[in-house]
C-alpha cells in the first residue's frame, strides 16, 4: 500500500510538472472577426477561426465603395484571386503576415491589416486598455427603396475625430430614366448637373459629423429638415463603431 501511495504521489507530481512547463496561450478559442480600415473605394473584413493558439481558418470578404459586399462577378480578378488565395496563406501561415496578392496590393494589405486586429482581439491578455482600434471605418444603414448612408468613421486614441458622411440615390440612365438596381453617391459638387439640390443634406452633412466628435457617440440629436439622413446616419455610426471594437 506504501508503494502504491508513492507511486501516486509521483504521478501526481509530474502531472503538475507538466502542466506548468506548457506555454502559456496567447489567443483565447474562438471565431474573430475584425476590419481593415477604410478608404473611399471600400475595406475589407476577416474572419479568423483559433484553437490552441493556431488558425484553423479564414474567411474574407470585400467590400465596395457604396459599402455592399463584393459578389463573385466583381470583374476585377486579381480581387477574386486575393479573396481565395490570402486566407490559405493566414492558416498555412498561421500569422497576419502574408504575402501580397500581385495585382491586389490594396486589398492584400487590408487583409493583413483586419487579420492582425482580429489576432489581437483574441489575445488572452490585452495589449492595451483602448475601446477601439484607431482608425476609419465604413459602414451603412440599412438599404432603403430610395437608397442608405454611408459614412467614414475616423478614430483615435478611443474618440471620434472625423466623420464623413455621403447617402445613395438611384441610378439614372441619359434620358433621366431610373435603372433598376443601381444606386450612386449622391451628387455633392455644385458644379456638377447632377448636383443633389436639397440645401438641409448638405447642411447636415457638415452639422452631424460636429455632433458625433462632441458627443464622441452616435446618439445625438437628428439635424431640422434632414430627419431621415440624420436617422441612417445615426444607425451607420453605430455601425462603425461596433467594426473598431477592440473586444
Not at 471565431?31 to 480600415?37: A, E, H, L, N, P
Not at 467614414?152 to 447617402?167: A, F, S
Request: glycine residues 6%.
Amino acid at each position: 500500500m506504501k508503494k502504491i501511495a508513492i507511486a501516486l504521489m509521483v504521478a501526481a507530481l509530474a502531472s503538475v510538472l507538466l502542466v506548468g512547463c506548457q506555454p502559456a496561450r496567447v489567443h483565447n478559442d474562438g471565431v474573430f472577426t475584425s476590419f481593415s480600415d477604410a478608404n473611399d473605394r471600400g475595406f475589407m473584413k476577416v474572419e479568423l477561426t483559433i484553437k490552441n493558439d493556431k488558425i484553423t481558418a479564414a474567411e474574407v470578404a470585400g467590400f465596395d465603395a457604396l459599402g455592399l459586399e463584393k459578389q463573385p462577378t466583381y470583374r476585377h480578378q486579381p480581387f477574386l484571386t486575393a479573396k481565395a488565395e490570402l486566407p490559405q496563406r493566414l492558416v498555412a501561415q498561421n500569422s497576419w503576415d502574408i504575402d501580397l496578392v500581385s495585382g491586389a496590393t490594396t486589398s492584400s494589405n487590408q487583409v493583413r491589416m483586419a487579420a492582425l486586429r482580429a489576432l489581437q482581439k483574441a489575445r488572452v491578455t490585452p495589449t492595451t486598455a483602448a475601446q477601439f482600434f484607431d482608425g476609419t471605418y465604413m459602414a451603412i444603414s440599412d438599404q432603403g427603396e430610395r437608397g442608405w448612408a454611408i459614412v467614414w468613421v475616423t478614430i483615435g486614441n478611443d474618440k471620434i475625430t472625423n466623420v464623413v458622411i455621403h447617402e445613395t440615390t438611384r441610378a439614372r440612365d441619359a434620358a433621366g430614366a431610373v435603372i433598376p438596381g443601381q444606386f450612386i453617391r449622391k451628387n455633392v459638387d455644385a458644379a456638377s448637373p447632377d448636383f443633389y439640390a436639397f440645401a438641409p443634406y448638405h447642411e447636415a452633412r457638415v452639422e452631424l459629423p460636429r455632433r458625433f466628435i462632441a458627443a464622441n457617440s452616435a446618439e445625438v440629436d437628428v439635424f431640422t429638415g434632414a430627419t431621415s439622413t440624420s436617422n441612417n446616419v445615426k444607425v451607420a455610426v453605430a455601425r462603425a463603431l461596433e467594426m473598431a471594437k477592440r473586444r
